[in-house]
């Protein structure tokens, strides 16, 4: 391990566990909640990170002028990636980390980093949970980025990034042997789109069936929402904002004081499965490419497997 390397890997936790277990080099979290908001096509680096910037101050996810000032330093890094030796990618098998493993190595190709030169550390166990002989453990078992990891790392990011939801289907349903994990990342993706039956995404029906448990603390209801994920992948602060969402607008299916939330009658109704909240309360959400708007968008059929819109299943 060199001091000419650059570590990086999904946020500020795992950096600093990073640091304490001594991984020599240059340290780098990147962040950002890519399965929420816009992360449009055709931008430089540089471009998409003030959208993305602009778009978590905008839940609350920070100060847009340091969310700024944070991703430009970030990005500054990335750019002269070339003047380290190595590079190696620190990352979990969650939706959160695939979907930066995809940014991240799709950058790394344009910026003209040559296979060899990029290794990754993959784990199905979270980083912040290994105590620091089993991180040290993980680093010899690293693997080095093939040319065709490159290319298919940069055609599932140009997936996620597309306005056409369908474009992600082949990578929800076909195994990547250099990406083992994003198969599963990409099938949650889908999973948060409205579902035909109610229009909730699963994260927004993991949060209220949380909280028509009984009344609990903020803490509490995010414990109860992430028991229900095979790979929990959400932040407090993302699902906070979900909760946000869900006790607001013009039909809100949570009401009550915070801390005190209950289901409203139609979140009673929603989460029985007797009435579509899309039809209450358009839709205005962005995942990747997809702006997803009105009371009929694209929709996840959960049945089948695949998209498609309220009308057609109507029809």
Sequence with gaps: MSLNTLQMTNGDAALSLLKKAGVLGTHLAWRDVLHEGPVPAGLALEAQSAVRADYLASRGFGNAIKLRHDFAKRDAVVRRARDFEEIVLWFEHDL?????????????RADGIEAGRVSLVQTDVYLTALTIAELDALYPKRRTVTESSFAYARRAWDA??????MALLPFAREDAPQLPHLRAGFARLCEEYPWMHDGLSRSQRAALAAVSTGPAR???????AQAREEAPFLGDASFAAIVRDLASGPAPLLEGEEDALVPSVLGR??????????????CDRWIGGVHLTGSAPVRWDELLRTFNSREAAVQ
């Excluded at 930066?100 to 790394?108: A, V």
């Excluded at 499965?273 to 358009?282: K, N």
């Design 160 to 165: 996620f990034v597309s306005d056409d939801p």
């Design 269 to 282: 109704r929603v989460l029985a499965g007797d009435a579509d909240w899309l039809a209450f309360a358009p």
């Design 218 to 224: 903020s803490d509490e209801l995010f414990r109860r």
């Design 96 to 108: 959160y980390d695939q979907l930066q493993i995809l940014q991240i190595l799709t950058q790394l």
